[in-house]
């Protein structure tokens, strides 16, 4: 992990130290510019961003209590600093090349400058087609492949549980997929049905044309190899550091003043940063050189900081890794390596059992379709509105979901009113780090979700479904109050107990929401985790205990219309729950669950 300025630097900056403030804010400078650029693609907002951040720091690094939590504050700051800069933003300029700066342009930068090649141009050139909360994601995410942030400092900056967090850098990265076999399938010659189905198009990527061209890859006999042959994105992006810059560019950059008001042992009182340009080079172009490094993988992301007491200085220099076209090796731990299993194994394997009742939570990994097709699944979901991400096999029906408030658009809506005919609402509306809804809130949204005229499945709570005066209580309530159309009820139980009982437990759970509301039942993720002890998850044995007992349970209960174990895939942060390694390699617990139903 990157050298930064330690708890040391911190506490004396927190102290008012003006050595030590400008030492902190010139170390964690390349981190900032990191995150915000690649967030903001390179919009000329980008340097302003990052002048808040360092202003938001400051004033409040008096209020920090843990020295040592300093860099994971930080960071939560800045994503929330792009979050603001998003809502503030009219969509219509959303990108508008007119005004952005050419200059700033990560994208630009690391293809023209390094001459990627290969899949590492393919991916630098796939970003501009990712949505805006995907991007904000990715600059986080590629920061933790290099080692320079950990999960929980990503978790802790967007608000996101470690379970949800985990979706979405799978969707995230689905979408990055998505978009690189967007870029191949673009690529001269074209495809002539795609030529023809381009016609309209503005060559500005957006979601939309995203969506198009990937669907048409996916028919097209011709096309479908932009999806064959992809080196993982973490492939693409070892060795990417934190180094100074080259001396040509150090010596064009100016310092970074700070004003403590004087007699006030901190910073936080009239604190002010001013990145000061020098000769014809900005901060600008220092947010696009340390986006040179993200793109890359091998190469390096860059910083210059001059000492106020002595400006002809020339910046120390560290050489930066030559960049390889070849991919690095990828690390993998045991627990992600699918095991080995005989050519015979098809024909001496039990028979997926099918039901369509059975189904899973799935975000993107390789060989999701098969798995669904091999568990004898009847159905699944993503979290999301449609299926473009995870595409799922013949027969095994997705089903929509409006995850949060900011889904429910009249686009949004559209795309889920065009997979099918059922609707789930709002996950986990319960919990601040899900969508973190109110009970108004969502009883206001609600009438948008039944004017698709879908069947509508409630909201999923985290927990207390069956409690009076709860989260779902209240809002089945409000919707009867109202007039307000609920078909089915969702609901979401995760166990602590790994022992026998634990099947009686869920079971009795799942029946008592069912006697409060009288509706049928959708378990829309089950599992047993225990989010706060140790063990944190059963072991084998006490999986394929706990799953074939609940689904025989499940199985039985005619007002249970559907249930899904979270999640489908068993590789990386899933690898302790998961039902399958890749298209045909089940778990303990996949086995048993594809002989359920």
């Known amino acids: 992990m990157t050298r ?27 981190l900032v510019y990191t995150i915000v650029g690649r967030a903001l693609e390179g919009h000329a907002d980008a340097d302003d961003v990052v002048q808040e951040v360092m202003l938001r720091v400051l004033r409040n690094l008096g209020e920090l209590r ?25 969509p219509a300029v959303e990108l508008d090349p007119e005004l952005r700066d050419p200059g700033a342009d990560f994208t630009d930068l690391a293809i023209t400058r390094l001459e990627l090649s290969g899949q590492r141009r393919e991916t630098a050139e796939a970003t501009r087609w990712l949505d805006e909360e995907n991007r904000e994601l990715l600059s986080l995410w590629w920061l933790e492949a290099s080692g320079e942030l950990t999960r929980d400092e990503i978790v802790e900056a967007t608000g996101l549980g470690r379970q949800h967090a985990a979706v979405r850098i799978q969707r995230m990265k689905a979408q990055l997929e998505t978009a690189r076999a967007v870029v191949r399938a673009l690529r001269p010659p074209r495809c002539p049905e795609l030529s023809a189905a381009l016609s309209g198009w503005d060559g500005r990527p957006g979601a ?128 992600a390596v699918p095991t080995t299993t005989p050519p015979s194994r098809k024909a001496t394997a039990v028979p997926a059992a099918r039901s369509p009742k059975k189904g899973a939570g799935v975000w993107r990994f390789a060989g999701s379709k098969g798995a669904l097709e091999d568990v004898g699944a009847g159905w699944y979901y993503d979290w999301g509105p449609d299926d473009d991400e995870v595409p799922g096999p013949a027969g095994v029906e997705f089903v929509p979901m409006i995850w949060g408030a900011a889904d429910v658009t009249d686009a949004t809506l559209k795309r889920a009113e065009a997979e099918g005919d059922v609707l789930l609402g709002f996950n986990e509306p319960d919990l ?9 809130a969502a009883l206001a949204a609600w009438p948008r ?131 399958y390694t890749d298209a045909d390699s089940p778990t303990a617990a996949g086995k048993a669950y594809r002989a359920a139903g």
Not at 14 to 26: E, Q
Request: net charge positive; charged share 20%; hydrophobic share 45%.
């Open 4 to 30: 930064q300025p330690g708890i040391a630097i911190v506490t004396a900056a927190r102290a008012g130290d003006p050595a030590a403030v400008d030492r902190l804010v010139s170390g964690y400078l390349p």
């Open 66 to 90: 843990d020295p040592a939590a300093f860099r994971s504050w930080l960071v939560a700051i800045t994503v929330r600093q792009v979050r603001e800069r998003f809502r503030g933003r009219p």
């Open 208 to 335: 939309l044309w995203r969506k198009r061209i990937a669907r048409h890859t996916r028919d097209c006999r011709r096309c479908a190899p932009a999806w064959q042959d992809m080196v993982e994105a973490e492939r693409l992006l070892a060795g990417m550091a934190l180094v100074p810059l080259p001396p040509g560019l150090g010596s064009a950059f100016g310092t970074i003043q700070i004003n403590v008001l004087p007699g006030t042992g901190t910073p936080t009182a009239t604190a002010t940063t001013a990145v000061q340009a020098g000769g014809a080079v900005t901060s600008k172009v220092l947010a696009g050189v340390l986006a040179v490094g993200l793109v890359t993988g091998g190469g390096a992301l860059a910083h210059a900081y001059r000492e106020p007491a002595e400006p002809s200085r020339p910046a120390a220099v560290v050489a930066a890794p030559e960049v390889s076209s070849a991919p690095a090796a990828p690390s993998i731990s045991p627990s």
């Open 432 to 440: 601040a780090e899900q969508s973190n809804m109110t009970v108004e």
């Open 449 to 579: 979700l039944e004017a698709t005229g879908m069947k509508l499945v409630s909201p999923a709570v985290a927990f207390g479904g069956d409690t009076a005066g709860g989260w779902l209580d209240r809002f089945m309530t409000g919707a009867e109050a109202k007039g307000l159309r609920v078909d089915a009820i969702a609901l979401h139980w995760y166990g602590s107990d790994f022992g026998a009982a634990a099947v009686n437990q869920f079971l009795g759970y799942v029946d008592a929401v069912h006697r409060r509301y009288g509706k049928p039942v959708w378990v829309t993720e089950f599992g047993l985790i225990d989010f706060g002890g140790s063990p944190r998850y059963p072991s084998d044995a006490q999986k394929v205990r706990f799953i074939r007992g609940a689904t025989a349970g499940l199985e039985k209960r005619s007002y249970v219309e559907r249930y899904a174990w979270f999640g489908l895939p068993a590789v990386g942060d899933s690898a302790d729950f998961g039902l």
